[in-house]
Nanobody, 118 residues
Framework: QVQPVESGGGLVQPGGSLRLSCTAP????????MRWYRQAADNQREWVSA???????DYADSVKGRFTISEDKGKDTVYLQMNSLKPEDTAMYYC????????????WGQGTQVTVSS
């Protein structure tokens, strides 16, 4: 199954920005969708955002207006631009492909840590 690799996390002050990347081999050629999730300490994993094969996007209410998901098909990479970050955005962020066949996945990678703190 597809094994995406997340990167781009770090420590940022409240109000700051980060851009996360998720690279998944043959994501584009197999017409996969991609979802971002996050999991804060002692919390359940929650869905954050998604981009479908036709480029349509969706967001959790908690990040709507602040986060933007996009893709670079040439690089098989999906980005999550996070602006106006809040301490409650602190979490490990994961990406996962979705769709039929090759795109179906229940794989969870290492994730990338985002910490929002002054």
């Amino acid at each position: 199954q597809v094994q995406p690799v997340e990167s781009g996390g770090g420590l940022v002050q409240p109000g700051g920005s980060l851009r996360l990347s998720c690279t998944a081999p043959r994501f584009t050629s197999n017409r996969c969708g991609m979802r971002w999730y996050r999991q804060a300490a002692d919390n359940q994993r929650e869905w954050v955002s998604a981009i479908s094969t036709d480029g349509s996007t969706d967001y959790a209410d908690s990040v709507k207006g602040r986060f933007t998901i996009s893709e670079d098909k040439g690089k098989d990479t999906v980005y999550l631009q996070m602006n106006s970050l809040k301490p409650e955005d602190t979490a490990m962020y994961y990406c996962q492909t979705y769709g039929a066949g090759y795109c179906y996945s229940n794989y969870w990678g290492q994730g990338t840590q985002v910490t929002v703190s002054s």
